[in-house]
């Protein structure tokens, strides 16, 4: 099974220490729903490192295949027992999800593919959402200081606040005026040399008139 947010879905324990949880159970214990499930978390955290470290596939491949051998096995016990207390139910829904297991063990490989495909964008998107959160955290805060500044200040200090952004905006505004006058002087000082030009021009083309 693949998780849409694995970090959250799958065991945070190591995987050292699930395998030999579910050693332990299927050895003491049987009770082989235990077994089967910790065999379970076992083999979805191995997946999910695997799709990390590619670099490791083969050794991650060999564990895989030996944790659902004995999955397989717990599995089996399982049904066996629900056959002998007669819980036909139980011993089909088993039956199948033997079968389902049988076929990931024997494409592993490809199971693998797509499990690091698919987990590589999840954990991407996942970051993505961290980083967007993050921003949205860090504006909150920010917005919580200025607010908390701005009851804190002094009647005065708030004049003086107030005065001082006026002033800004004022410069603001006239930088703005000041660029757009320039904008405008270029423009005519354009205008003012294209009519040169053209005056000149037709001065050549009286000239050339005359001496013809």
Not at 38 to 53: D, I, P
Not at 105 to 116: C, G, H, N, P
């Amino acid at each position: 099974m693949l998780y849409r947010d694995p970090l959250a879905a799958i065991s945070a324990e190591s995987l050292d220490t699930l395998v030999e949880e579910a050693e332990r159970e299927s050895i003491t214990d049987e009770n082989y729903q235990r077994a089967m499930a910790k065999y379970m978390l076992a083999v979805e955290k191995a997946v999910f490192e695997a799709s990390q470290h590619q670099e490791e596939r083969g050794r991650y491949i060999k564990l895989i295949q030996d944790l659902t051998a004995n999955t397989l096995q717990a599995m089996e016990k399982a049904k066996e027992k629900a056959v002998r207390e007669g819980l036909n139910d139980r011993a089909a829904s088993l039956g199948k999800r033997i079968e389902n297991d049988k076929f990931m063990s024997e494409r592993i490989e490809d199971v693998l593919k797509v499990a690091s495909l698919y987990y590589n964008e999840r954990l991407e998107l996942h970051g993505a959402t961290e980083r967007r959160e993050a921003r949205g955290e860090a504006r909150r805060s920010e917005e919580l200081r200025e607010e908390r500044e701005e009851r804190e200040e002094k009647p005065e200090e708030k004049r003086d606040k107030k005065r001082e952004k006026e002033r800004r905006e004022k410069r603001q505004e006239d930088v703005k005026e000041e660029k757009l006058e320039e904008e405008r002087e270029e423009k005519q000082e354009e205008e003012r040399g294209e009519a040169r030009r053209e005056k000149i021009l037709e001065t050549r083309r009286e000239e050339d008139k005359t001496s013809v």
